[in-house]
C-alpha cells in the first residue's frame, strides 16, 4: 500500500495533464486486469483530457456495486518533483497523498483481498476511475451517472478528514447576474446614461439574502465585474455568487425568488436578468445511506474504534452518483485515507488509518453484497 502510494504520488497528474494522467492510468489498468476485470477506457468529455477507466468483475452473486474515486490531482506539473512522497512519523505528505491517489488503492487493494477470500457474491462491480474531478467532473458526469444508475450501492474513496464516513455532501451552483444600461460621458452628459454598475450595487444587496440557513443553501456574492474607464457611465455590469446547496430543489427555488426580486429597480431603463447554473449536485441526507452508515459504524466497533457519518459542505463525484428520485443506489461516500489540508501544499494522509479503513472498505462490501 504505502510503495503504491509513493509511486502514484510521484507521479505528476494534476487535471489536464495528459501525460501524467496516463502514466497513473497505466498502472490502474494493469492492477485491474491482474484481478481479472474487463477493462474499457472512455474519452472523458471536452473540454476535459484523459479517459475515463471503467473495469467490470463478474460474480455469482445478485448485486451491482460500483467504486469510484478520482486520479487527478489540483496540483501543477513539476509539483511531484519539488516535494515528493515522504512519511514523518504517522503522516504521509506529497501531492494528491490524500485527495486522491490512496482512494485508488484502497479499492484495488480491497478487491484483491475479496479475491483472495474467494468471495464472489456479487453480481457484477465497476470500478470507475475518472480522471477530471478536481475540476468540477464536466468530461466524466455523464459517465458516472449513467453507471451509477444500474447499481445497488456505489461506494466513493474521497478522504474524510477524520476517523468518518460521508452522507451528504453539498451541490455546487454558480448564480449569474447581468446588467444592461446605457453608457454616456460622466463628464458633460451623465443624465443621459444608464448606470449599470449603480443597478448591479442594488440588486446585489436586494439578492443578498437567497440563502436559506434551514435547508443548507448559501448563495454569497463574491465577483463583480463594470465600466474599465471612470468617466464613463458604464453600460454593462456582472456579478456571480457561489451557491451551495443541500436539496436540489433549492436550484428552482432561487431562479425564482431572484426572479422576482429584480423586478424592483434603482434605475428604470436598465435591463436586468439573473441565472442559476447547476454545478454539481448535492448527494443528499437519505434513509439508505445512513443505515448503510450506521453499518460501516458497527465494524468499526469490531474493531473498537468509532467512526462518524457526517455531512460534509464540499461537493464530490457522489452527487452525480446518488438520485434523489430514485431509492437506488445507496451511496455513500468518504471511504478513502483520513487526511487533511486538501488542494494545500501541506495536505497529509493519516497513515494509521489505513489498516482500519482497508478493513472497513472489505467487510463494508462483503456484508452488504451478502443481504438479499
Ligand atoms: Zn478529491
Known amino acids: 500500500m504505502l510503495q503504491g502510494c509513493e509511486t502514484l504520488v510521484n507521479i505528476d497528474s494534476g487535471t489536464g495533464y495528459v501525460e501524467g494522467l496516463s502514466k497513473i492510468e497505466a498502472i490502474l489498468v494493469a492492477r485491474l486486469k491482474a484481478l481479472g476485470a474487463e477493462v474499457k477506457l472512455v474519452a472523458s468529455e471536452e473540454p476535459a483530457v484523459g479517459n475515463i477507466i471503467v473495469g467490470t468483475l463478474q460474480g455469482k452473486g445478485t448485486r451491482n456495486v460500483m467504486l469510484m474515486v478520482h486520479y487527478d490531482t489540483v496540483f501543477a506539473t513539476g509539483e511531484a518533483a519539488k516535494r515528493p512522497f515522504k512519511m514523518v512519523g504517522n503522516k504521509a505528505f506529497g501531492p494528491g497523498v490524500a485527495d486522491a491517489k490512496p482512494g485508488l488503492l484502497f479499492i484495488l487493494n480491497s478487491l484483491e483481498m475479496m479475491k483472495e477470500r474467494g468471495f464472489d457474491r456479487y453480481k457484477t462491480i465497476t470500478i470507475v476511475f475518472n480522471a477530471d474531478e478536481e475540476k468540477s467532473s464536466l468530461g466524466s458526469r455523464t459517465a ?62 436586494q439578492l443578498k439574502d437567497l440563502g436559506d440557513p434551514a435547508k443548507g443553501t448559501t448563495v454569497n456574492w463574491t465577483v463583480l465585474q463594470s465600466g474599465d474607464r471612470v468617466n464613463i457611465i458604464p453600460d454593462k455590469a456582472s456579478a456571480k455568487a457561489d451557491m451551495r446547496l443541500s436539496e436540489l430543489s433549492e436550484l428552482e427555488r432561487v431562479q425564482q425568488d431572484a426572479n422576482r426580486i429584480i423586478g424592483k429597480k434603482l434605475i428604470p431603463e436598465t435591463e436586468v436578468a439573473v441565472r442559476v447554473e447547476d454545478r454539481r449536485p448535492p448527494f443528499s441526507k437519505n434513509a439508505n445511506t445512513d443505515a448503510l452508515a450506521l453499518s460501516a459504524k458497527a465494524i468499526y466497533q469490531d474493531l473498537g474504534k468509532t467512526l462518524e457519518p457526517v455531512a460534509m459542505r464540499f461537493g464530490t463525484d457522489a452527487g452525480f452518483a446518488y438520485n434523489p428520485a430514485n431509492p437506488k443506489p445507496t451511496v455513500l461516500e468518504g471511504m478513502g485515507i483520513v487526511g487533511d489540508k486538501l488542494h494545500n501544499p501541506d495536505e497529509w494522509a493519516d497513515l494509521d488509518s489505513i489498516v482500519p479503513r482497508l478493513y472497513l472498505s472489505v467487510k463494508l462490501l462483503e456484508k452488504s453484497l451478502s443481504e438479499e
Open 144 to 205: 458516472i451517472k449513467k453507471l451509477a444508475a444500474d447499481q445497488d450501492l456505489v461506494l466513493s474513496y474521497e478522504p474524510p478528514e477524520q476517523e468518518q464516513v460521508i452522507i451528504a455532501t453539498n451541490g455546487i451552483a454558480y448564480v449569474h447576474l447581468d446588467v444592461k444600461g446605457l453608457s454616456s460621458h460622466a463628464g458633460s452628459a451623465p443624465e443621459k446614461g444608464r448606470n449599470a454598475a449603480m443597478e448591479m450595487a442594488n440588486q446585489i444587496l
